[in-house]
């Protein structure tokens, strides 16, 4: 049972080039989300997913796309990455609708040069 | 969502009981409190939540004031491995998939040999 899978570790791009982050979970939850966390700062939405076939923006979703492939998988897209894109990534499911148990991955550690 | 006061650094002795504090005292009655941690580099973790009983998991205990003004996370024989950043957020029942959860400043707990 390894919970919230994200691949890749670590990422090291160059402004303009693409780029998928991959979020996989084992746990049967409905909803995903993709936050990132800058330093020293806290976790900011990106993108969620309230069931399969469905996503909504969150509070920083510009410069990125996400799909969500099936119930357990969600990836988030760089298209054309940014230096201000340079973060920690992470993927995160919730139990259900009405509670806030989330649970995250272990992370994304992305650097646009 | 209530904001929670919380100190910003506490210390503990391993083997000892760890008891961190955080004050909700604009709690409403159906807001939960959850405590969360996030062990430097890596994802957050879930560890426990309430609404006014006293909560206990294989990981800590979770004490809840009669008022619901304060509650106590305690760590019953720390760890090295317990040190990390500590959240205590509260939160509505019935919050929507898209709100994300915010953490604050949290208590860093340093747990010393």
């Known amino acids: 049972n390894a919970g919230v899978t994200q691949t890749p570790k670590f990422q090291v791009l160059k402004t303009g080039q693409s780029m998928t982050l991959q979020c996989a979970q084992d746990?049967?939850?409905?909803?995903m989300y993709w936050y990132r966390q800058d330093p020293g700062m806290g976790l900011r939405l990106i993108y969620y997913s309230a069931s399969e076939g469905t996503t909504d923006k969150g509070e920083v979703p510009n410069g990125y796309n996400v799909s969500r492939l099936n119930k357990r998988e969600f990836s988030l897209r760089l298209e054309s990455a940014a230096p201000s894109q340079t973060s920690v990534y992470f993927c995160a499911t919730k139990r259900e609708v009405i509670t806030d148990t989330q649970y995250f991955g272990p992370g994304t550690r992305l650097t646009v040069l | 969502d209530a904001k929670t006061t919380q100190p910003t650094s506490m210390d503990c002795a391993e083997g000892r009981a760890a008891n961190l504090p955080c004050n909700h005292s604009t709690i409403s009655g159906n807001e939960y409190v959850y405590w969360y941690r996030q062990i430097h580099s890596q994802g957050p973790q879930y560890i426990i939540h309430g609404l006014k009983n006293n909560e206990t998991n294989e990981m800590a205990s979770l004490i809840i004031t009669e008022d619901r003004k304060s509650s106590t996370l305690i760590l019953p024989h720390a760890t090295l491995r317990d040190t990390a950043v500590y959240y205590c957020?509260?939160?509505?029942?019935?919050?929507?998939?898209?709100?994300?959860?915010?953490f604050g400043e949290g208590t860093q707990l340093t747990v010393n040999p």
């Open positions: 746990m049967n939850h409905n909803s």
């Open positions: 957020i509260v939160r509505a029942w019935g919050e929507t998939s898209g709100s994300r959860l915010t």
